[in-house]
């Protein structure tokens, strides 16, 4: 069992003066007034990060183990034999015949003691001639830290996807879920074909659990 992380948030508290020459009553009603803020406040920043992922109506979800994701409509979730050894979970999008679209799910594919180290990994494994646009960091319901990459290549107009040369965007969150494995959520989209919304609703849809 690797180590887990640790992450100790810090959050701010408010203090609330009271006045010794103030009568009883109106130090009662402060003192109750401050408990009432500080325990807002807690209960505001506290718990963040282990909200449920929003999903939008009438989209799918690809569950796992570790992490959930949903799809928009116009996505088919695959089959084990379907989607590969490597996913545990994909959907995809095709037109004409081609895909133009895949959502994967993948768990415990590195070993890792922080999300910095899962997303190197997952970088690694993203195609020669690929141009990365770095890590940033990522707020994914459930995740203590996540990270988040963008980048874009040249579809090679194998294995049925877009026509050789087709630009291709793709994004991959990465981070350490409960039990401390490695996932990775990577969308990649043929240019055009993904709205930045629907990216964006995608990636606020992740759960990590």
């Known amino acids: 069992?690797?180590?887990?992380?640790?992450?100790?948030?810090?959050?701010?508290?408010?203090t609330v003066r009271t006045d010794e020459t103030e009568s009883k009553p109106m130090k009662t009603r402060r003192a109750s007034l401050a408990a009432a803020l500080l325990t807002a406040s807690l209960a505001l920043t506290?718990?963040?990060?282990?909200?449920?992922?929003?999903?939008?109506?009438?989209w799918g979800t690809l569950k796992t183990k570790g992490v959930d994701v949903s799809y928009p409509k116009g996505y088919e979730e695959q089959s084990a034999s379907e989607r590969g050894e490597h996913n545990?979970?994909?959907?995809?999008?095709?037109?004409?015949?081609r895909r133009v679209s895949v959502i994967t799910v993948q768990l415990g594919f590195t070993e890792a003691?922080?999300?910095e180290q899962a997303a190197i990994a997952a970088e690694a494994g993203i195609q020669m001639g690929a141009a990365v646009k770095g890590q940033k960091d990522v707020e994914l319901a459930g995740a203590d830290g996540a990270k988040r990459i963008d980048f874009t290549f040249k579809a090679t107009g194998e294995d049925g996807g877009p026509p050789k040369g087709t630009p291709v965007e793709g994004v991959i969150l990465a981070g350490l879920?409960?039990?401390?494995?490695?996932?990775?959520?990577?969308?990649?989209?043929?240019?055009?074909?993904?709205?930045?919304?629907?990216?964006?609703r995608i990636i606020d849809s992740v759960e990590v659990h």
């Not at 545990?88 to 015949?97: I, K, L």
């Open 177 to 200: 879920d409960s039990t401390d494995s490695a996932f990775a959520v990577r969308v990649d989209a043929q240019q055009g074909s993904l709205s930045d919304g629907d990216l964006d």
């Open 88 to 97: 545990a979970a994909a959907a995809v999008r095709t037109e004409d015949g």
């Open 113 to 115: 003691n922080s999300a």
């Open 46 to 58: 506290g718990c963040g990060s282990s909200d449920a992922g929003s999903v939008p109506d009438g």
């Open 1 to 14: 069992m690797r180590p887990a992380g640790t992450v100790a948030p810090i959050f701010p508290t408010a």
